[in-house]
C-alpha cells in the first residue's frame, strides 16, 4: 500500500509542476494565440537563477522564488516588447501571428538555450535542500518534493481565483474572449496584454525554482517541459485555468503508473500517446462540456 | 507542360550534371560539404513544397529523415544500397500518409507541435524496439558504398525532389495547395478535396525526406536514434525554407548552400555562439522580412488577392 501511495506522491508531485508550467504557457496562448515555443526555457532560467543564488550567496531557494517571478516578468515584458509585440501588429491574420510567433519563440530557444550552454556548460548542476524523507502512513517522501508540490499546487489555485474572482481576472478573461471587444469596454490592453505575458513566464521561472530544489538541471532542461505544457493545455482545454490544473495533476498520475507498468524509457511515448489520443478523441480538451 | 516548368525543369537537369563532377574534381572536405549542401537543399525544398505552400508547419522532417536512415541500416548487406534509398522514401511516405489521415485536420500550432513529438515518438518508439529485442542501442555500419557514389545518389534524389517540385507547383496539385494556404474553407468550396491533396502533398514530401534519410545513412558508419533522429536536422530545414522564402523555389535553394557552409564551417568551432547567431537571425527575419530572403529579390504571387 505505501508503494502505490508513493507512486502516486511521485506523480503529483511532477503533475503539479506541469500544471504550474502549462498555466503560464496558456495565458500567453490563449491570447493572441501566441505559441511560445521557448517557454521551457524560461523554466530553465528560472532554475539557474536559483541555483546561482543558492550555491554563491546562500540564499534560501524559497525565500528567492519572489525575486524569480519578478526578474522573469522582467524578461517577460522585454520579450514582448522586442518580439511579439510587432508580430501582433503586422500579421495579417490570427494563423499567421501563431506561425510567426512559432518561429520567434523557437528562435528565442536557440537564443537562451545556447546562452545558457555558453554561460554554465552541459554539466549537471544541482544542490542539495530539504533532502530528508517524511512519513506518511508509511510512505516516504522527500521534502523537498513535497514544498515544490505544495507551492505548485498552491501558485496554480491562487492564479484560479485570481482570474475568477478579482476584477483584474475578469479583464484577463474578457481579454481572452475578444481583445477588440475587451477594449471597447475600456479594458488598456496595451498595458494588460504584456503583463500577462510577463506574468506567463514569470510562472515558468517559479515552476524552474521549484524543480532545481528536487532535480539537477541542465541548460537542455526546459525543452521537454514546453512540450508537455502543451500537452497538458491540450488535456485541459485551451484558455481554461482549472483544466490546466487538473490535466497536469492527471498527466503526472498517468506517466508515474504508466512507467512503472512498462518501463520509464517508455515516457515521452506515454506523453504522446495521451496527447494524440486526446487530439483526436476530444480535442476541445477532456473537461469541455 | 508550360514554357516556364521546362526551363526549370532544363536548368536543374543542367545543374546537376555539373554538380556531379564534384567528386572528381575536390577533396575529401569539399565533397563532404557539397554533400551537406545538396541534402538540405532537397529537405528544404521538399519541406517547402508542402508547408510553404499550405501554411501548415510540419516539424516532423527528422521523423522522416530517420525512418529512412533506419531502413538502411536495417537493409544494408541484405539489400542493394541504390534500392534502399526508395524504400526508405516509401517508408516515410506510408508513415506520413498514416499520420496524415489522423492529423491533418489541425491547424497551426497544435500541427506543428503535434509533428514536432512525431520525431521524438519515433525515436523513442525504434530506441526501445532495438534495446527491447535486438540488445543494442546503436548500428555499425559496415561495407559502405564510397563517398561518391552516397554524393552522386544524394544528387539524384535532390534533383529529382526538385524536378518534383517544380512540376507539382505549375500542376493542379499545386494550385490546390496554394489555395488551402491562401483560405482553406474558400478552397474547399471551390471542390478542392483538401484532405486528399493535403495527404498526398505531406506524403510526397516525406518521400523525399526519407528517401535523403536513407541515401545519406551510410555517411555515418555508426547509426543509433539520437544521431539519425536529431531534432537540428528538422529546425534546419525549416530555418533554411523559411529564411529562403518558403513560397518559392528558388529561395530554399540558395540558402540551403549558404547555411550549410555557414554550419560546417562554424558550427564545429563555436557551437554554442554559432547556434545563438541561428536563433537571433530566425528572429530578424520573422520579424522584418516575413516572406523570406526571395521576396528582396522579387515578389512573390499575392496568393490572397
Not at chain 1, 266 to 280: D, P, T
Request: hydrophobic share 55%; charged share 10%; net charge positive.
Amino acid at each position: 500500500m505505501a508503494f502505490w501511495i508513493e507512486l502516486a506522491g511521485s506523480g503529483l508531485i511532477t503533475g503539479g509542476i506541469y500544471a504550474l508550467v502549462a498555466m503560464g504557457l496558456n495565458l500567453q496562448y490563449g491570447l493572441m494565440r501566441i505559441m511560445n515555443i521557448s517557454h521551457g526555457e524560461f523554466l530553465m532560467l528560472g532554475a539557474y537563477l536559483t541555483w546561482l543564488a543558492h550555491v554563491a550567496f546562500g540564499i534560501h531557494p524559497v525565500a528567492f522564488l519572489p525575486v524569480v517571478a519578478l526578474a522573469l516578468f522582467a524578461t517577460g515584458l522585454l520579450a514582448y516588447r522586442l518580439c511579439f509585440r510587432r508580430i501582433l501588429r503586422t500579421s495579417p491574420s490570427v494563423e499567421a501571428i501563431e506561425a510567426r510567433s512559432l518561429l520567434v519563440g523557437f528562435g528565442l530557444m536557440y537564443l537562451v538555450q545556447n546562452a545558457a550552454y555558453l554561460a554554465w556548460g552541459a554539466d549537471m548542476r544541482g544542490y542539495s535542500f530539504l533532502a530528508d524523507a517524511i512519513e506518511f502512513g508509511g510512505a516516504r517522501f522527500a521534502a523537498n518534493g513535497l514544498v515544490a508540490f505544495g507551492f505548485a499546487v498552491a501558485m496554480s489555485l491562487g492564479l484560479i481565483a485570481l482570474l475568477r474572482w478579482t476584477l483584474v481576472g475578469k479583464a484577463v478573461r474578457a481579454m481572452m474572449q475578444s481583445p477588440v471587444g475587451a477594449q471597447l469596454v475600456g479594458i488598456d490592453t496595451a498595458v494588460l496584454h504584456p503583463a500577462v505575458f510577463g506574468a506567463g513566464l514569470a510562472l515558468a521561472g517559479i515552476a524552474g525554482a521549484l524543480l532545481s530544489m528536487v532535480y539537477e538541471i541542465t541548460p537542455g532542461m526546459g525543452e521537454p517541459y514546453t512540450v508537455t505544457a502543451l500537452i497538458v493545455i491540450t488535456l485541459g482545454g485551451l484558455g481554461s485555468a482549472s483544466g490546466c490544473l487538473a490535466g497536469g495533476l492527471l498527466l503526472g498520475l498517468v506517466e508515474a503508473f504508466g512507467m512503472h507498468f512498462t518501463s520509464p524509457s517508455l515516457k515521452m511515448l506515454l506523453s504522446y500517446g495521451v496527447f494524440i489520443g486526446v487530439l483526436l478523441a476530444r480535442p476541445k480538451g477532456l473537461f469541455a462540456r | 507542360m508550360n514554357a516556364d516548368l521546362r526551363r526549370t525543369l532544363s536548368l536543374t537537369a543542367a545543374a546537376a550534371l555539373g554538380l556531379a563532377s564534384v567528386p572528381w574534381l575536390a577533396s575529401d572536405f569539399w565533397l563532404s560539404l557539397a554533400l551537406t549542401c545538396v541534402m538540405y537543399a532537397g529537405l528544404a525544398v521538399t519541406w517547402a513544397m508542402f508547408s510553404g505552400a499550405t501554411g501548415y508547419l510540419s516539424l516532423a522532417t527528422s521523423a522522416f529523415f530517420g525512418i529512412g536512415a533506419y531502413v538502411t541500416a536495417w537493409g544494408l548487406g541484405t539489400l542493394p544500397y541504390l534500392l534502399l534509398v526508395p524504400l526508405g522514401g516509401l517508408a516515410a511516405a506510408a508513415f506520413a500518409a498514416l499520420v496524415g489521415l489522423a492529423v491533418l485536420h489541425l491547424r497551426g500550432a497544435y500541427f506543428a507541435v503535434l509533428t514536432f513529438g512525431l520525431g521524438e515518438l519515433v525515436r523513442h518508439a525504434i530506441t526501445y524496439f532495438e534495446k527491447t529485442y535486438a540488445k543494442t542501442v546503436g548500428r555499425v555500419l559496415s561495407d559502405v558504398p564510397e563517398s561518391s557514389v552516397v554524393y552522386l545518389t544524394v544528387l539524384l534524389v535532390t534533383a529529382i525532389a526538385v524536378a518534383a517540385c517544380a512540376a507539382v507547383r505549375a500542376s493542379r496539385l499545386g494550385l490546390a495547395l496554394a489555395g488551402i494556404g491562401a483560405d482553406e474553407g474558400r478552397a474547399q468550396t471551390l471542390g478542392v478535396d483538401t484532405r486528399r491533396v493535403k495527404i498526398v502533398a505531406f506524403a510526397l514530401s516525406a518521400f523525399f525526406a526519407g528517401a535523403l534519410g536513407a541515401a545519406v545513412a551510410v555517411r555515418w558508419t555508426y547509426v543509433e536514434p539520437s544521431s539519425v533522429f536529431n531534432p537540428f536536422i528538422g529546425f534546419q530545414t525549416v530555418l533554411i525554407a523559411m529564411l529562403g522564402g518558403a513560397q518559392t523555389l528558388i529561395g530554399p535553394l540558395a540558402s540551403a548552400i549558404v547555411f550549410s557552409i555557414l554550419t560546417e564551417l562554424l558550427r564545429l568551432q563555436f557551437p554554442y555562439a554559432y547556434l545563438m547567431l541561428l536563433g537571433a537571425l530566425l528572429i530578424l527575419l520573422v520579424l522584418y522580412l516575413p516572406g523570406g530572403i526571395a521576396t528582396l529579390i522579387h515578389r512573390p504571387r499575392r496568393t490572397d488577392g
